[in-house]
Structure formats: C-alpha cells, structure tokens
C-alpha cells in the first residue's frame, strides 16, 4: 500500500526530483530548486572497485550516492562507508583544493553526479550553498574527532 501512495503522490512528477527530496541534504528544498538542482546532475552507474576520488589529486565532480557504497579513505586508514542518500566531493568542489580522501566503490553504485559548471549551478541557490557548506564543515569536525580519538590528544 505505501508503495500504490508514494506512486500516486508523484503522479506526473518527475522521478529526480522525487529522489532528491529524500535526500537529507536536500529535505524540506522548494520543488522549484530542487528542479534546478535536478537538472544540473546526471545519473551514473559504477562497477566495485573502481576509484572516483583520488587522495590530493584535484576532484572536479560531486556525488549523491542513490544506491551502493563506497568507501572514503584518508591515507591508509579507511575513514567511513558512505551508502544511498550520502554524498561526497563538497568540499574540494567547494574550496577548489585537492581531494582530501581516496573514494572507493565498495559495490556497484548509481549516483547522481554534477561536474564542476553543474556544480556552480547548485552553489546559485543561497539555501543549497548554505547547506553544502554546513555539510562541509560538519564532515571536518567528524574527521578531526575520529583523529583526536586515534591519536588521543585534541587537534591544533
């Protein structure tokens, strides 16, 4: 019955956008960006085993896993498994740096990706930019705290 519901209310409605309103990141988003930000990704499909994301080499690509995982390793040390509604590659599209990580498809993968113009699209919209650097900055806190916990003394 849940599945006859969710049919009936995106009647006519576009499936990326329905998709993207599922995403955290993009919860409670007006339609009208998040068909905007709809038309600024393409939908992927990537075999295990395969590198997206390579550690201190320039990343011009955004990702929004909608199944599958992969796994974000920071030198040697694998840092987190990231599954369906995660996302990865904000940061360096953001500040224009170097990837900080190595990302590896754990299983085969669908995701929807913006490349770095597509990107500066979704960036226009002040409550997606606001919440692509909110996330930002809330994966460095995470990854300064699974490092102070590995060394066992607080980050500079």
Known sequence: MPELFERWTHLGEDPKIARLSRVPLFEHVPRRQLAVIAANLDEVQVEAGETLVRENHHNDTF???????????????????????????????????????????????????????????????ETVSVRLMSAALERMREDLEIQRGRTGSPPA
């Open 63 to 125: 990702w929004i896993l909608l199944e599958g995982e992969v796994d974000m390793v920071i030198g040697e040390t694998r840092h987190r498994t990231i599954g369906p509604n995660g996302f990865f590659g904000v940061t360096s599209m953001l500040d224009g740096r170097p990837a900080v990580g190595t990302v590896v498809t754990r299983t085969p993968v669908r995701a929807l990706v913006a490349s770095a113009s597509q990107f500066r699209a979704l960036e226009a919209s």
